[in-house]
């Protein structure tokens, strides 16, 4: 939007002191917002079903457009209601025309600069494609989601919040207690992946995200929200649900909108316990690894992400709804941008971002954090990507994605600044002040593309000897024992070269020994009950844990590693 260069339509009404023809629509429904000591009111558009928040003043102004009203008149009930700037014509047909482009007002003559399809044409032009984050075109599920409410409206109740929760809570000491195990697991094969491991990931991704956009959309209908789009999205190039609950927006109470942005977190937290207890009580298989998958997808999606109000996700807006702010990001990006336009102009400038006097250092910090989080997240899924593809040579795909992510951050960054100091055409930038700011972006650039980061790696252990025969550990291990041979480099065939530790046996060892002990009591317990049936299980159970046993000091000697 130009508001430098109102229409040719406008421009001539106001000059001729004709009354104004543009008239607001009378089907759009409005609701009162409070953020503070500023009332705003969120405008939704049945027709489009697009959502805005409405400053004071743009509200008032719409209320005013019936077409019969002069211009000057508009400019002068602008400056008795609103006084704590001075109103000129040029700032009212700069409203005026932001309401015409959202498409809240029409000029009853046609102007073809204030064509809507101009208008969407316009929006084309600016969106772009976010190659790890994008949507296709959705469709309304309004019929699904009546029918899954009866089935489901149980699920949102204080009882069942109350039971998920302690489950959640009985999960995370289980898994704490199973952290090793777990993470030996889940890290092979997120770091070592197979086609079955990818087609794990993408099932847990695909059915975490179904489930919790779609707990999205039921609680936002329970509630007494409308939801209209639901599609398809590709996340980190994997297929998953997206659901449209922009009409919670409309909801009076923040409470319930908190509820709608919390739905999907509790539906994976819920899903979560429960693939948990599945893992833990299945063995090796399929079902076992998916489990693990479903799990770390959860644990990713839910801590680093979702809940996380620096990205803006669920925790955003809850977090947005507990402060009373809305577009929190955007007006902290703007705040910082007249902070950085006040540090290379020397200026002060009036801030027009509609945040506390008292709490702008908070909302400064908070978008710092947002930017550096936003960078590590993208430096965290480039290099899972690495990892993914480098086994089949295409591990720079990930360089790119990096790279393109942090020159669209850039790009929009510069962006927003350069249109703030469109605005301000009085301040000029000084040169000498745009040193600080360039050395800091070279630094950050550098530290993130030059300095070298330590970088772990799972192989095999290969020692080469004098001759051809090869030496190779078959078990895992850390190096623990290198024998002595004072200076004797040569070995003959059976003689022990070096031995590995392995933490994993030490615990699983005393665990059998345990086990095999309280069966043997077991056992002994039985035979002086005088239970026949009962001693023969014992002892077969007893022969298994020796079993077991034995294995586990078979894989054992494979720590010990012998010359060929």
Avoid at 317 to 342: C, M, P, W
Avoid at 551 to 560: N, S
Wanted: include cysteine; aromatic fraction near 10%; glycine fraction near 6%.
């Amino acid at each position: 939007m130009d508001r430098d260069n109102p229409p040719k339509m406008l421009q001539d009404t106001a000059k001729r002191g004709k009354a104004l023809r543009v008239i607001a629509r009378k089907d759009l429904q409005f609701t009162e917002r409070s953020e503070g000591y500023i009332i705003t009111w969120i405008v939704k558009d049945p027709v489009s079903r697009a959502y805005y928040q409405l400053r004071p003043e743009l509200y008032f102004l719409l209320q005013k457009l019936d077409g019969e009203i002069p211009l000057a008149g508009l400019v002068q009930k602008m400056n008795e209601n609103f006084l704590e700037r001075h109103w000129t014509t040029h700032d009212v047909l700069g409203l005026i025309k932001e309401l015409i482009e959202k498409q809240l007002a029409r000029a009853l003559v046609v102007d073809p600069e204030l064509s809507p399809l101009n208008t969407e044409n316009h929006a084309k032009k600016r969106s772009g494609i976010n190659p790890l984050y994008f949507r296709l075109p959705g469709w309304d599920p309004t019929a699904l989601l009546n029918w899954l409410m009866p089935f489901f409206a149980w699920f949102y109740s204080r009882a069942s919040v109350l039971f998920f929760s302690c489950c959640a809570l009985i999960a995370c000491g289980a898994l704490v207690g199973e952290w090793d195990r777990f993470w030996a697991e889940f890290s092979f094969t997120a770091f070592h992946p197979t086609g079955q491991g990818i087609y794990c990931f993408w099932l847990a991704l695909a059915l975490t995200k179904a489930i919790h956009e779609l707990s999205h959309g039921l609680r936002c209908r329970l509630l007494g929200g409308e939801v209209h789009e639901i599609g398809v999205a590709m996340i980190v190039f994997s297929p998953c649900l997206y659901c449209n609950v922009s009409d919670a927006w409309c909801m009076p109470s923040r409470w319930s909108r908190i509820q709608v942005s919390l739905a999907g977190i509790y539906a994976e937290i819920a899903l979560g316990s429960l693939a948990v207890g599945l893992w833990l009580l299945t063995g090796p298989g399929f079902t076992h690894d998916f489990m693990a998958h479903v799990i770390g997808v959860t644990l990713c999606s839910t801590v680093l992400v979702n809940l996380n109000p620096l990205l803006k996700f669920d925790g955003y807006y809850v977090f947005s709804d507990l402060l009373g702010v809305t577009n929190l990001r955007e007006k902290s990006k703007k705040l910082f941008h007249y902070q950085i336009a006040e540090i290379v102009s020397g200026k002060s400038l009036r801030r027009n971002t509609q945040l506390p006097q008292r709490k702008q250092i908070w909302y400064l910090l908070y978008h710092v954090c947002s930017i550096v989080y936003t960078m590590l997240i993208l430096i965290v899924i480039s290099e899972f990507l690495y990892h993914l593809l480098k086994p089949y040579q295409l591990g720079w795909i990930s360089r790119v994605v990096l790279v393109q992510g942090l020159m669209t951050m850039l790009i929009q960054g510069l962006t927003s600044f350069y249109q703030l100091m469109k605005e301000h055409k009085d301040v000029s930038m000084r040169p000498a002040r745009l040193i600080f700011p360039l050395l800091l972006v070279g630094a950050s650039g550098y530290f993130i593309f030059a300095v070298p980061f330590s970088n772990r790696t799972t192989a095999p252990l290969v020692a080469s000897p004098k001759l051809s025969s090869s030496l190779i550990a078959d078990a895992g291990g850390v190096l623990s024992e290198v024998e002595d041979r004072n200076g004797d480099h040569s070995v003959i065939a059976g003689q022990k070269v070096l031995t590995l530790q392995d933490s994993q046996y030490e615990r699983k060892s005393i665990r059998l020994r345990a086990d095999l002990e309280k069966q043997k009591v077991i056992t002994a317990l039985n035979e002086h009950l005088s239970k026949p049936q009962s001693v023969a299980q014992s002892r077969e159970l007893e022969n298994y844990h020796r079993k077991r046993m034995k294995l586990l000091e078979a894989e054992a000697e494979k720590l010990t590693v012998l010359a060929p």
